[in-house]
């Protein structure tokens, strides 16, 4: 199973220029969520979709946007990349219960110069 | 939304258990209490997870205080590869859930 897939894996962008986190789960998950986690701290929660066509604002969502258009894709798009926005961003994906677990992808370390 | 709050940073020595805290004194009653680590340059991955009962699973054991205001996540005989960051991660919401992480405690094991 391939789990939670995000691409790419690394990524550098100039201040201004806008790209898309792509993020995919073969686990036919409702729930999936965008955190970044700068270095040496811990996760915070950037957006979040409950189901298929439902998205949420997390703790962070300033200058970035989402969509849920189908159940396994969930891309996190960054408008105008900021130095600020440098960071680890992982997905994941779980059943829309509280009492399961969540599976986390790779991560995309992204550098903007 | 509720908060945990854990130590820094924990040694133990290798094939010892290690116990580790978390308290989330503002839990509500539906939150679930979750543990997640994440090695070096991976992502978190679960470890386990508890309402109210304690909890065993091949990684670990969990024990959550009457009052549910705290937690312990046991490892039963620490390994090198249990090296790690774990968090303490409440599941909280109502109709859309999402796991808040906080800080982490970094967990170093000594041969």
């Known amino acids: 199973n391939a789990g939670v897939t995000q691409t790419p894996k690394f990524q550098v962008l100039k201040t201004g220029q806008s790209m898309t986190l792509q993020c995919a789960q073969d686990?036919?998950?409702?729930?999936m969520y965008w955190y970044r986690q700068d270095p040496g701290m811990g996760l915070r929660l950037i957006y979040y979709s409950a189901s298929e066509g439902t998205t949420d604002k997390g703790e962070v969502p300033n200058g970035y946007n989402v969509s849920r258009s189908t159940t396994e894709d969930f891309p996190l798009r960054l408008l105008s990349a900021a130095p600020s926005q440098t960071s680890v961003y992982f997905c994941?994906?779980?059943?829309?219960?509280?009492?399961?677990?969540?599976?986390f992808g790779q991560g995309t370390r992204l550098t903007v110069v | 939304d509720a908060k945990t709050t854990q130590p820094n940073s924990m040694e133990s020595n290798e094939e010892e258990p290690v116990h580790l805290p978390c308290n989330h004194s503002?839990?509500?009653?539906?939150?679930?209490i979750h543990w997640y680590r994440q090695l070096p340059s991976q992502g978190p991955e679960y470890v386990i997870h508890?309402?109210?009962s304690n909890v065993n699973n091949r990684m670990a054991s969990l024990a959550i205080a009457e009052d549910r205001k705290s937690s312990t996540l046991i490892l039963h005989r620490a390994t090198l590869r249990d090296a790690a960051v774990y968090y303490c991660?409440?599941?909280?919401?109502?109709?859309?859930?999402?796991?808040?992480f906080g800080t982490g405690t970094r967990l170093k094991v000594l041969a």
């Open positions: 991660i409440l599941s909280v919401g109502s109709g859309t859930y999402k796991y808040i």
């Open positions: 686990m036919n998950h409702n729930s």
């Open positions: 503002t839990i509500s009653g539906t939150d679930y």
């Open positions: 508890g309402l109210t």
């Open positions: 994941a994906s779980s059943e829309w219960v509280k009492n399961t677990e969540a599976f």
